[in-house]
């Protein structure tokens, strides 16, 4: 029950950290953090229009807010009872710092280094310490995502739209250290499927790769790593 309430917290707040992150950026991870918890003062506005808008915003926030709460309330319960307790904290770690990187990406259309640099550390710790995959797989599998995104860019280098951010590069690289190649190559795949549903919802054959990559990677840890 804990680790559910401590799910829905997080969850809870990722949208509001979603938020600031689009006011901020680029910054140093210093000044996220400093800004990420601090709101200059701004005179108040007396417009019956603007709070009544202010207030639907606010609505509407809180609604995602308390959705994103039960989800990761509902995924932190599946680690707890379908993982191995070696790997709990950095599954924990993993969900929450992936789907706060996506939703990230689709809201400014960027995958900041604050995320996918540590991801890609912690990785790698996860199979030294943990032992659920082989740190030799876990470098093996960072490299080939690195290589597989040089060879995408270098095939879409004549269609800007095709080719992949230096930020989906280094979650590429992130993700092969702790899904290894075959598990990057499945994630590949289904985020290759995924980018197609995304985008025939939203109507248009563009938009932020990270978040199809970043589902279709955290469904191939849950399957990689359920007892």
Known sequence: MNICIIGFILGFILPFIVGRFGKILPATPGAIVVHMFHRPRFPRVHNPIQTRRLKQKWLKLLIVALGWGVVMSALFYIISVAMLPSVHIFAFIFVWVVLTAITVDSEIQLLPDFFTLPLTLLGFLFGAQTKAIDITYSLAGAFFGYLISI???????????????????????????????????????????????????????????????????LFTFFVIYTK
Do not use: H, Q
């Open 151 to 217: 060879v995408s860019v270098m095939a879409t280098r004549g269609s800007a739209k095709a080719e992949f951010g230096a930020g989906d590069v280094k979650l590429l690289v992130a993700l092969g250290g702790w899904l290894g190649i075959i598990g990057l190559n499945y994630a590949i795949i289904l985020s290759f499927l995924l980018f197609v549903l995304l985008s025939a919802i939203r109507g248009k054959n563009v938009g932020a790769y990270g978040p199809a990559l970043g589902l279709g990677a």
